[in-house]
């Protein structure tokens, strides 16, 4: 069975200072995983997927994920926070077999502080 | 940019009374899916929908719960008999082919209050 696990609940940092959110999935088949955020009041936008490909894979608004197979991680990373990058980060996997069940993390609430 | 819509953006409902959430999918999208977010809690599938048909659908999507596509363009989750443990946002969302690797796009949700 599928499951992501979002290792922290709240990250705080600085604005200017660099952006991790940690990732783990389980997976049975070669996952697909991707990265949401909603802002407050917003609904749920992309903001990059891996399917196969390239295992660093580039998203909007400078953010950047690596597939680590062998680590089972799929980290979202941004090199300089921005005020509005605060947030909530949604890690998500979706098995090949699967029509739509995507399996969502508890998700991260990401601040920023000036 | 396209993008999936749902009415209404909150709703209050008495318990036990039938709740209809509307959405509008985008417009070349085929794949039609709701989920749900109970307040500090993950986001859960619901059903997914292809074809006028249900494709696949969660534990939770019970006979309390029914999908439809009216028309051609939009898609509608109804409860029946809602429960306070009922009360969450549902997201409607929509892709172009089956989710796997696939973008799914979702809407701002529908906040359902059951009091």
């Known amino acids: 069975a599928q499951s992501v696990t979002q290792l922290d609940s709240h990250v705080s940092v600085s604005e200017g200072t660099p952006v991790l959110l940690r990732c783990n999935y389980s997976s049975s088949y070669s996952p697909s995983l991707f990265w949401y955020v909603q802002h407050p009041n917003k609904g749920l936008q992309l903001l990059l997927k891996?399917?196969?490909?390239?295992?660093l894979v580039k998203g909007i608004n400078g953010f950047e994920a690596e597939f680590k197979k062998s680590e089972t991680s799929f980290h979202l990373t941004k090199p300089s926070a921005h005020m509005s990058d605060a947030a909530e980060y949604f890690c998500v996997v979706s098995d090949r077999g699967s029509q739509g069940n995507l399996i969502f993390g508890k998700g991260t609430k990401l601040s920023v502080k000036p | 940019e396209p993008e999936v819509t749902q009415t209404p953006s909150h709703q209050v409902t008495q318990m036990g009374q039938e709740v209809i959430l509307r959405c509008v999918p985008i417009?070349?999208?085929?794949?039609f899916y709701w989920y749900r977010q109970i307040l500090g809690q993950k986001v859960e599938f619901l059903v997914s929908?292809?074809?006028?048909?249900?494709?696949?659908k969660s534990e939770i999507f019970d006979d309390q719960f029914s999908v439809e596509r009216p028309d051609g363009s939009n898609f509608t989750l109804k409860i029946r008999s809602t429960k306070l443990e009922d009360s969450a946002m549902y997201f409607c969302?929509?892709?172009?082919?089956?989710?796997?690797?696939?973008?799914?796009?979702f809407g701002e949700g529908s906040w359902l209050t059951v009091v």
């Open positions: 929908f292809y074809n006028n048909e249900i494709s696949e």
């Open positions: 417009s070349n999208h085929l794949y």
């Open positions: 969302a929509s892709s172009e082919d089956r989710a796997s690797g696939n973008t799914i796009y």
């Open positions: 891996y399917t196969s490909a390239a295992t």
